[in-house]
């Protein structure tokens, strides 16, 4: 269980993460009715030199690639890094009960996926991704965090 307290009228209320299952809710203060927007789902946090960025992870796959002119080929999750293949790996997110699970696969990118030992990931294997663990993607990191 967890406890927010509406942006408007402070009064704290709660509300259980584990019955949502978008990372963006909106809960009705019970008091005064204002909607609240609050974030609990799981993120991959995108780490590149200088800059940091979050994206909204859902159930199922979403694919990871650098950005391109042509929107038709774009991947789910941009990157923006030369050494990011337009099609670069892909990020299962699966629900198994209340249980979430997470897995990285390369695609056959040029330049690899890369775990935290500076292993190069077998293309087209599922390996396990648990939050707070990170992978490479060019020279850009990627991590699941959980807000909830
Ligand atoms: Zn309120």
Same mark, same amino acid.
Not at 17 to 23: G, H, I, L, M, V
Not at 70 to 75: G, L
């Given at each position: 269980m967890k406890y927010f307290k509406c942006g408007k009228c402070t009064a704290p209320y709660k509300i259980d993460?584990?019955?949502?299952?978008? #990372?963006k809710v909106e809960v009705i203060c019970p008091k005064c009715g204002t909607r609240n927007v609050l974030s609990l789902g799981p993120v991959l946090a995108i780490q590149q030199e200088g800059k940091f960025a979050q994206v909204n992870l859902k159930e199922g796959v979403q694919v990871i690639g650098r950005k391109t002119e042509? #929107?038709?080929?774009?991947?789910h999750i941009l990157i923006s890094?030369?050494?990011?293949?337009?099609?670069h790996s892909k990020v299962i997110m699966e629900l198994r009960g209340d249980k979430v699970f997470f897995f990285i696969e390369d695609?056959?990118?040029?330049?690899g996926t890369y775990n935290k030992n500076k292993q190069r990931l077998k293309v087209g294997l599922r390996y396990p991704f648990m939050p707070g663990d990170y992978y490479i993607v060019g020279l850009t990191k990627i991590s699941i965090q959980i807000n909830s």
């Open positions: 993460p584990s019955k949502f299952r978008t #990372p042509n #929107p038709n080929v774009n991947a890094d030369e050494y990011v293949s337009r099609i695609l056959g990118s040029s330049n």
